[in-house]
């Protein structure tokens, strides 16, 4: 009876002693502009969830955590920057156990470095054998590679800074080779999660202004005079399949469309218009940021947003009644 009493009176001191601006809502106020370049990453977040994209890029309120899996993408892509920094020349008749060796001794370094932030020791320890186990996958597919398609890996981890219509940009692109063929440019991106299921697919998702990180990179190379003919996205997710990039020759007016399969072609048409379209979300973003910034539609992408608790307006899940 006493403690109750006691908690009445502190409830009821707590009270009148709070801040009247606790009671008043803070005035609404526009949201300031972004001054820095935007990656090819930044857009299309924005396009997915505005939401996340002012919590992330103008808000800023908790340094979002990294995961395991994005620790396995970085470690990989150090070991494959040092790799190909030494193997820049890979020839049909190479030694793939030579090269095997070479790799995975890069992928031992790089994983050890890494380990504290891909888990506990088994979670660290089962990474480094998938990548160790995807290595094996990914120096076949160089052979085969350098045998229909010679090439000399000309840059790892290339700066890639574009500014078009005054409109800054910037990005890393993963490497870059020159094909012997014709002197032409490749753009490889190494991707360790999950990519596009075919070449139409991801050129639909370019065409449908959803996906912007290959057309940057085409222009940011363009502009320091390259002449890009390929845009490849490389696959090393899977240890058990067999490493199969989807591949994007560039090609005048508008590509093929390619319904199946990982090769097919993207027309320059389809890369003015993501360009068109980088443009005006930069714009919009340095000089009239929205009024309200949406939440996604899609509440699978809430799943790895780390503000989903501070989302009034995230999109609720069905829930199966009968479900366990």
């Not at 940057?216 to 996205?233: C, H, I, K, N, P």
């Amino acid at each position: 009876m006493f403690s109750s009493q006691i908690a009445q009176r502190l409830f009821a001191e707590l009270a009148q002693s709070r801040s009247p601006h606790y009671d008043t809502p803070e005035p609404a106020a526009a949201a300031p502009t972004y001054s820095r370049p935007l990656s090819a990453s930044s857009l299309k977040l924005f396009v997915e969830c505005e939401r996340r994209w002012l919590f992330r890029y103008l808000c800023n309120p908790i340094p979002e955590p990294g995961s395991p899996a994005a620790t396995y993408g970085t470690a990989f892509h150090s070991a494959l920057e040092h790799f190909h920094t030494i193997h820049t020349r890979i020839a049909p008749n190479d030694d793939a156990e030579t090269l095997l060796t070479a790799l995975r001794s890069d992928l031992e370094r790089a994983f050890t470095q890494y380990a504290v932030e891909l888990g506990t020791p088994l979670e660290a320890e089962l990474a480094r054998r998938r990548a160790l186990r995807t290595a094996a996958s990914y120096v076949a597919w160089l052979l085969q590679r350098a045998k229909k398609h010679p090439f000399t890996v000309v840059a790892n981890e290339a700066v890639a800074p574009l500014t078009i219509d005054g409109q800054r940009f910037t990005g890393f692109i993963d490497r870059l080779d020159k094909l012997d063929e014709d002197g032409s440019i490749v753009v490889v991106d190494y991707k360790t999660g999950s990519i596009a299921d075919s070449a139409s697919i991801y050129r639909e998702a370019v065409a449908g202004l959803r996906e912007f990180q290959l057309p940057f990179y085409y222009w940011a190379r363009t502009e320091q005079g390259d002449r890009v003919s390929r845009l490849m996205l490389l696959p090393l997710k899977d240890p058990a399949r067999a490493v199969m990039p989807i591949e994007l020759s560039v090609k005048p007016g508008l590509g093929d469309p390619d319904t199946d399969g990982s090769q097919g072609s993207i027309g320059i048409v389809e890369l003015e218009r993501a360009k068109g379209r980088m443009v005006e979300l930069a714009r919009l973003l340095s000089t009239a940021p929205p009024d309200h910034f949406r939440a996604t539609t899609d509440p699978t992408l809430c799943e790895t947003c780390p503000y989903t608790t501070a989302c009034r307006e995230r999109p609720s899940v069905a829930v199966d009644p009968f479900s366990r």
